[in-house]
């Protein structure tokens, strides 16, 4: 495989890559690290193939992808999120999810997909050995509706538990041949951009910065006693993401998680900082971001949609809900709280549009599959 990348309208400042062989031990794939890259630039990319040196080239793809602007710069910028989604569920049988055309219609300068992308332990097949996971990813990806929005729109993919295995996946807790930390590798290493560190801090412009954090990679056993050793995000993670939220000076934060921290939750379930089992970890963020200032959650892995937010406190958290209907469930629409200030069981997404025309606001939409405006928040 070849790589050429250029700014948009520049093909001829085009820069090319060496051939490179795929790997054959990570299911025939190759990553690229690209450096030196223009803040606020769309790129355009296009990678050809060939079966042997020397031959012609056999296949290609082309795509395209946004930078964010300098942190100086005032830019408008919206965003989609998603959670909970596979083939199975999928609301087109041919062409794939809904969400993803409807999401395009937005013309969003990134996408975070957190995770649930697919799930290794529903059947046709149940995933339980790293061959079965591997198909099950090229299924899911080779899907029209995914491919078409991929290759136009900067995408994060976070993890959730069944991306690794198992439903509330911890170490130990394997799923067939494929261990947890096996599982962890498939997705960190080979399947998604690899990186050291599976945390990150993005700016995009004056006015608005994301915190990506990892819910599955530096957890201990879900089975343990709570207190201050018991974490989901561990400690390396949580120094980081304090450091870091204090150190920025952009008008609103935007904290991702792949799952819930406020809620509420179901009370059966036991693997997120919304349930009582950690409680000590989310007293500590909490904690945390209460003295913040515009510091906002955003959350997938329920399979319903929220706007929950803590009466007299600036804390306020955004359930992206699932990725179709038919995966939608979990929660009684007549069950709605006194922290409820939006309820939907149903499928969608959710948007997230910062603007400064003189004075910055920030808007959270959640929008059906089908792209329609089903409940709207502005700060």
């Not at 025939?28 to 990678?47: R, S």
């Not at 904690?287 to 892995?301: A, E, P, R, T, W």
Request: proline content about 4%; overall charge positive; charged content about 30%.
């Amino acid at each position: 495989v070849q790589l050429h990348y250029f700014v948009k309208g520049r093909p001829e400042l085009a820069k090319v890559s060496e051939w490179a062989i795929v790997n054959t031990n990570k299911d025939f794939t190759h990553q690229w690290k690209l450096d030196k890259l223009q803040a606020g630039k769309n790129y355009h990319v296009k990678i050809y193939a060939r079966s042997k040196k020397g031959e012609k080239i056999s296949d290609s793809i082309f795509g395209q992808f946004l930078l964010p602007a300098d942190k100086k710069q005032i830019k408008n910028v919206k965003f989609c999120v998603v959670s909970c989604h596979d083939f199975n569920r999928r609301d087109d049988l041919e062409n794939g999810h809904k969400i993803y055309p409807s999401m395009s219609k937005l013309k969003p300068d990134f996408y975070v997909h957190t995770g649930d992308i697919e799930y290794m332990d529903k059947p046709t097949p149940y995933a339980m050995t790293e061959e079965l996971m591997r198909f099950k990813w090229n299924r899911l990806f080779a899907l029209p509706f995914q491919r078409s929005f991929y290759n136009r729109h900067t995408s994060y993919f976070m993890k959730d538990d069944h991306d690794v295995g198992y439903n509330d996946s911890y170490p130990g807790k394997n799923y067939g041949t494929v261990t947890f930390e096996r599982g962890l590798e498939i997705f960190d290493e080979e399947q998604f951009p690899s990186y050291a560190r599976r945390y990150k801090t993005i700016r995009w412009g004056k006015d608005l910065q994301i915190w990506i954090v990892e819910g599955r990679n530096y957890r201990n056993q879900n089975y343990l006693k709570d207190g201050p050793n018991k974490t989901i995000w561990g400690e390396e993670q949580k120094k980081w993401f304090y450091e870091t939220v204090v150190q920025s000076n952009s008008t609103f934060k935007v904290l991702i998680t792949s799952s819930p921290i406020l809620g509420p939750d179901r009370k059966n379930k036991n693997d997120n900082l919304s349930n009582s089992g950690y409680s000590y970890e989310q007293a500590e963020i909490l904690d945390f971001i209460k003295k913040q200032k515009n510091l906002f959650i955003v959350n997938g892995d329920r399979h319903w949609q929220y706007v929950s937010h803590i009466k007299n406190t600036n804390l306020w958290e955004f359930g992206c809900g699932a990725g179709a209907d038919v995966h939608a469930g979990g929660w009684e629409q007549k069950d709605f709280r006194p922290e409820h200030k939006f309820l939907r069981v149903k499928g969608g997404f959710l948007s997230v549009t910062v603007t400064n025309e003189g004075k910055p606001n920030i808007k959270f939409t959640h929008h059906d599959v089908e792209g329609e405006s089903v409940n709207e928040i502005r700060f």
